[in-house]
């Protein structure tokens, strides 16, 4: 007799890196449940879009990522989750083939509803995300191809910054419990992860909707006790909620990756008050120059937005002039994108497309510099980097990335130093990159 043919499902992620824990979940769910996953573009029974939302490029991406699966298998059922589901509902039911729209509170039932989608119809499955109280653990055990493990202890954000969705995507700020954080920390470091990133979407919020008293500072101290030969990086953390102490475990403690992604958005005061962040450029410029001070060559990185509302020439020459001034690692920069619901859709003058990408060029290519002077700082020294698992398909070279978040490519026939931590000889640095050799040979 034959065997039931497994049903082949495809998913796709876009956006942050808790995007990406949640596919990681959904995917060993279906794993478990004897569906069998293979890549995005080939062909599949099931597909499935995990979307973002953050700018309108992203909603285009996720439109697209859909008309692909169609084009792909005309018969295929394709799911569309995440933020951008959850957002605009309405807008994916008319795109043809879409079958089932889950919103992100009800992403980890997706599995048990694939069985049940009727091809000829559009379902849709979104709550008031407002209405979400509780933290939606989505347990995963292993990433596939990854050497380091991603762990979500947080989800949404009471901010309401001007020019941001995301809140209206997420709902308010809902931590993981402590004790699912070490429990699932203790687990990844059984399984002989070696880095674990710490994230969320807005990660400083962790533990304030607890009703045991915490604060990621205690975590990160709890995590300490609990520490194997694992290290411990975190995602984006906003300025305010860099506190002394925090500064000072990342200082002091080993374990800790010695990064910091900060966001800045930019660097002229009332645009920073439009904005509605809680900080100004002298703040943040005291805060950068404590942390370069108490912990010895970290590596900083910047978000910074161009083209917001009423940035003219002096505010954006106010940024450029932070940013040119701070010992920051490298830049992520984005132009603005207007986006329904949020409040900097009433902001004007608005600022044309052309200057946004002018401006933006002119800052990646001051990140450019940063990379290189901070780079050059570690030419010709040791450092110890987290061999990945897959090789640089360029060069047959070994990749990794040391814990202040230098990227190596490393000469070695040692197979088995994929998956461990080696001291490494930064030879020479070209291209974005160091290359290297391992110091013992």
């Known amino acids: 007799m034959q065997s039931e043919q497994k049903i082949k499902v495809a998913l796709a992620t876009l956006g942050c890196k808790v995007n990406y824990c949640e596919s990681a979940a959904l995917d060993e769910d279906f794993r478990n449940n004897n569906f069998l996953s293979v890549p995005f573009n080939s062909f599949a029974d099931v597909y499935i879009i995990n979307t973002c939302t953050v700018t309108a490029y992203s909603d285009y991406q996720s439109r697209q990522l859909i008309r692909r699966a169609k084009k792909i298998n005309r018969m295929a059922k394709i799911i569309v989750t995440g933020c951008y589901a959850q957002i605009a509902p309405g807008d994916i039911s008319r795109i043809e083939g879409v079958n089932l729209i889950v919103g992100n509170s009800q992403k980890i039932i997706i599995p048990q509803y694939i069985n049940n989608i009727q091809n000829n119809s559009v379902t849709v499955m979104v709550d008031d995300i407002f209405a979400q109280k509780e933290f939606c653990y989505m347990p995963v055990s292993r990433f596939t191809e990854r050497t380091r493990a991603f762990l979500k202890i947080q989800d949404g954000c009471n901010s309401l910054c001007s020019y941001c969705i995301i809140p209206f995507a997420r709902g308010r700020s809902r931590s993981m419990s402590l004790d699912k954080v070490i429990s699932a920390v203790t687990q990844f470091i059984q399984q002989h992860y070696l880095e674990i990133v710490l994230t969320g979407i807005h990660l400083g919020y962790y533990g304030q909707d607890l009703s045991f008293q915490s604060n990621l500072t205690y975590l990160l101290k709890r995590l300490i006790d609990i520490n194997g030969n694992a290290r411990f990086r975190l995602s984006s953390i906003e300025p305010r909620e860099i506190t002394d102490e ?11 990756c010695r990064h910091l992604h900060i966001p800045l958005q930019s660097g002229d005061d009332n645009i920073l008050a439009s904005m509605n962040r809680d900080y100004d450029s002298h703040f943040y410029r005291q805060l950068i120059e404590k942390i370069m001070d108490k912990i010895e060559d970290i590596a900083i990185g910047v978000d910074v937005m161009v083209g917001f509302p009423g940035e003219g020439t002096a505010q954006f020459n106010n940024t450029f002039k932070l940013l040119s001034d701070l010992p920051v690692a490298y830049l992520h920069v984005f132009p603005y994108s207007e986006r329904p619901h949020t409040a900097a859709q009433k902001i004007y003058p608005k600022v044309p497309d052309k200057t946004k990408k002018e401006r ?8 450019l510099l940063k990379r290189e002077k901070f780079a050059s700082r570690f030419l010709g020294k040791k450092l110890k980097v987290l061999v990945e698992q897959s090789k640089d398909k360029k060069t047959g070279f070994f990749k990794g990335f040391s814990d202040n978040y230098l990227p190596f490519l490393i000469q070695s026939k040692n197979n088995s130093i994929a998956n461990t931590i080696v001291e490494v000889h930064a030879e020479k640095f070209a ?11």
């Open 360 to 367: 933006a060029a002119t800052l990646r290519n001051l990140s």
């Open 246 to 256: 925090l500064i000072n475990i990342i200082s002091e403690e080993k374990s800790f």
């Open 431 to 441: 291209d974005g990159k160091f290359y290297g050799k391992i110091s013992n040979g």
